[in-house]
């Protein structure tokens, strides 16, 4: 069911329909508010041009419809992004900007495609991350941590080496320190009057405004716009609704012969866990600004463990249909052509279909290094967990119709939807 927004607004905190009345479930909805404006407001930029919606907006079920994304130095959404001929983008985003779906549930402990950000509960914060003692304590989870990256990134959010303040902070790794990144930033915000008045709300009067305060309702706003836990599987599960056959077949093929829910388990399909399965690498590859390479070793960046050459996390499948392109690196446009990947990952590497790339233009782009690498195929082969299944067409469309059935209408629309403007008077990209 979708409430309308008026039952939302009654009363700060709510308990939406269908929720476990649990401390987690309590949501304030003033927080909510404050953390959807931030999220399509671009102030959070260097450039105040990109916002977290850039690349996360529900027009494209939380990505953007490419495969590699181009932040700062770019204009518009999706396909229709273009790189600014004067300023383009330095390359493109070297991972896909995966789905948020979910990602406020207690059981997402782990985020990006390689797992760098995770809980620890051994650590002060109760969060690891690449910063490693530049992290401060005050994010209330890994997803408030998680939704603050972005902006330190220089090629998604924070900008050019030194043609900002804030991306000359980022460059120099001045991120938490006095004065830095953080600082400069909550600074920003602080210093929209409509901001602090709404942050007086949730903060306290005159309370100063952290970079983990920014953090922590954008956060709010994530779990509560993009949870997705109504589709038809749930349905069916609680004896609500009656899957179509084919979809019905899907799921047995899918928690049976098939093997998918061996890796894709639990009740939003992921086991959190890493594995290599042959996708092929499209694009810059992750590599530090000192390294020539254009691989991604995925995991194995994190753990420096060679078993994790080229594994990645395990994405959740709610609303799967609607989140291509897939892929750590997004070298699959369809779903079939991810499912059929699955089915023989090594065959599926050798002969990948470059078609399936969505990739806007960038000026001087070297996007096929690693496939057109004999040497760099074999390797990404060679770490491949996964064994071959035999299906027939009939038993993939089975499946293909199991996955459309783990779509959830109002996650996708959002429960909020994008704000007519933010209070920074920026641009709102819908």
């Known amino acids: 069911m979708r409430w309308p927004l008026i039952v939302l607004m009654l009363s700060p905190l709510v308990v939406l329909p269908g929720w476990a009345i649990a401390e987690q479930d309590k949501i304030d909805m003033r927080r909510v508010e404050l953390g959807q404006l931030l999220f399509y407001d671009p102030i959070l930029s260097g450039n105040q041009e990109v916002s977290c919606a850039t690349c996360h907006h529900p027009r494209f079920a939380t990505g953007d419809g490419v495969s ?36 406020g549930e207690p059981e997402f402990e782990v985020m990006f495609h390689d797992g760098r950000l995770e809980a620890d509960a051994s650590l002060p914060g109760g969060i690891r991350t690449p910063l490693g003692e530049s992290m401060t304590e005050g994010f209330d989870s890994v997803l408030s941590a998680q939704a603050m990256f972005p902006v330190l990134s220089g090629d998604e959010m924070a900008g050019h080496y030194s043609e900002n ?12 320190l006095p004065g830095g990144a953080w600082d400069q930033i909550a600074d920003r915000v602080a210093g929209v009057p409509a901001y602090r008045e709404q942050f007086d709300a949730v903060l306290g009067e005159g309370v100063p405004i952290a970079f983990t305060d920014i953090a922590n309702v954008i956060a709010d ?4 716009e993009f949870r997705a836990d109504e589709s038809p599987y749930d349905r069916h599960l ?20 098939a093997g998918c829910g061996v890796c894709h388990a639990g009740r939003f399909q992921t086991d959190h866990a890493f594995h290599a399965i042959a996708m092929p690498q499209i ?9 020539s390479h254009a691989r991604d070793e995925g995991r194995m960046r994190v753990t420096g463990a060679p078993s994790d050459a080229y594994a990645f996390r395990t994405p959740s499948l709610r609303n799967v249909a609607q989140t291509g392109p897939y892929g750590h690196a997004g070298a699959y446009a369809t779903l079939e052509a991810v499912v059929r990947h699955h089915l023989d990952p090594i065959g599926g590497l050798y002969g990948y279909d470059r078609s399936q790339a969505i990739l806007p233009d960038l000026e001087g782009a070297e996007d096929w290094r690693i496939l057109d690498d004999p040497n760099e195929l074999a390797a990404i082969a060679h770490a491949n967990t996964l064994e071959p299944v035999s299906l027939s067409d009939a038993q993939v469309a089975d499946i293909l119709a199991f996955l459309e059935a783990l779509s959830d209408p109002v996650s996708l629309d959002g429960r909020l939807g994008v704000p007519e403007s933010v209070p920074s008077g920026l641009a709102v990209d819908r």
Not at 72 to 84: K, M
Not at 92 to 98: G, H, K, L, S, Y
Not at 238 to 257: P, T
Not at 283 to 291: D, L, M, N, V, Y
Request: no cysteine; glycine share 12%.
């Open 68 to 103: 590699l994304s181009l932040g700062d130095g770019a204009t518009g959404l999706g396909l229709d992004r273009v790189a600014d001929p004067d300023n383009p983008p330095e390359q493109r985003i070297p991972r896909n900007a995966p789905a948020l779906f979910n990602l």
């Open 165 to 176: 303040a804030i991306s000359q902070a980022v460059r120099m790794g001045h991120l938490s």
């Open 221 to 224: 706003f994530i779990r509560f």
């Open 238 to 257: 609680a004896g609500e609704e009656v899957m179509s056959d084919a979809q019905q077949r899907g799921m047995e093929l899918f928690y049976g012969d």
């Open 283 to 291: 694009g810059p590859g992750k590599a530090a600004r000192f390294e």
